[in-house]
């Protein structure tokens, strides 16, 4: 990418390969068989991680901090055809694999977010998406259904999410059905809309959201980032982006303050299409972005 070089300013992203003993790990897992959409989303993980080069590990306030001073810090590469029974029993072993670290799944279409859920042995679930994903049926429209109903052939030790351990943040107007809205009320999934968002704010919202899905013994969270949840302008890449959905700054904010809770064991950023990206790749830096913020999250708790 012809980036600078300065010794004093150090590049996020340049991480070792995954050894066991970190603290946080990247995965890539390039879904896209079902999507319901064309997309090239399986480009998705190695544009990300390219991007990352682009920015550095620093938070700034109230007290500069280092990430990679932090934190241990790993990439684990990627799975390779992710897709299917078999793709996604891989998924959930290598995930395993790599707990406890903290787990940043790459995708990928939103179908990685059902075996990404069942690898960390999520109890609840906080989504960050435009759309309920309780299509019938398995494709990219359907892994939060999938996790409350399905268990995967041939991977033991998995078992379904409560969907009354399950927040769905940013649901918006025209992008669903009236049907999948009821469905998620009789499931007694708590959604809370766009709309809601923008008038609580997000320390409430996300207060709230970490309350449910982090409730009962034991707890571990799993947080999926659907893009699309964004506004159009700063989310092209997005087959489903819409005008009007959250600003950048929304989403980050909103990332880094669920991943400051302990509960919070695994994210997956889902639903971006580098190939079908904006010249100035503002949708994958996004991405990148999150995957920071996640990291600076984790480096805080306690």
Not at 90 to 100: D, T
Not at 139 to 158: F, K, M, Y
Not at 182 to 194: C, D, E, P, Q
Request: aromatic share 4%.
């Amino acid at each position: 990418m012809g980036l600078s070089h300065d010794d004093l300013w150090p590049r996020a992203g340049a991480w070792p390969a995954f050894d066991g003993e970190v603290d946080a790990v990247l995965l890539g897992v390039p879904t896209w068989r079902t999507s319901l959409s064309p997309t090239g989303a399986a480009e998705t993980p190695a544009a990300v991680r390219a991007a990352l080069r682009r920015y550095s590990a620093a938070v700034m306030g109230p007290q500069a901090m280092d990430l990679d001073e932090m934190l241990r810090i790993a990439d684990a590469g990627d799975i390779v055809d992710p897709d299917g029974d078999a793709g996604h029993a891989a998924v959930i072993a290598r995930v395993r694999e790599c707990l406890p670290a903290f787990v940043i799944a790459l995708g990928g279409d939103n179908s990685l977010t059902y075996p990404v859920a069942l690898g960390a042995a999520a109890t609840g679930l906080i989504t960050f998406d435009a759309h309920f994903d309780l299509r019938d049926g398995v494709s990219n429209g359907s892994p939060v259904r999938r996790l409350i109903e399905d268990a995967p052939t041939g991977a033991s030790g998995t078992t379904p999410i409560d969907p009354s351990r399950i927040v769905q943040i940013g649901i918006a107007d025209f992008a669903n059905s009236a049907t999948y809205a009821r469905r998620a009320a009789a499931l007694g999934i708590r959604v809370i809309t766009l709309d809601e968002v923008r008038r609580r704010g997000v320390a409430d919202a996300v207060a709230q959201a970490l309350e449910i899905a982090g409730s009962g013994p034991a707890a571990r969270i799993h947080l999926d980032i659907d893009v699309d949840v964004c506004d159009r302008s700063v989310a092209p890449g997005c087959p489903a982006s819409v005008p009007g959905g959250l600003a950048a700054h929304e989403l980050r904010a909103l990332t880094r303050a669920v991943a400051t809770d302990a509960r919070v064991v695994s994210a997956d950023i889902a639903e971006v299409d580098a190939t079908a990206d904006a010249e100035d790749e503002r949708t994958v830096r996004l991405a990148a972005l999150c995957v920071l913020e996640l990291l600076a999250g984790l480096a805080t708790r306690g």
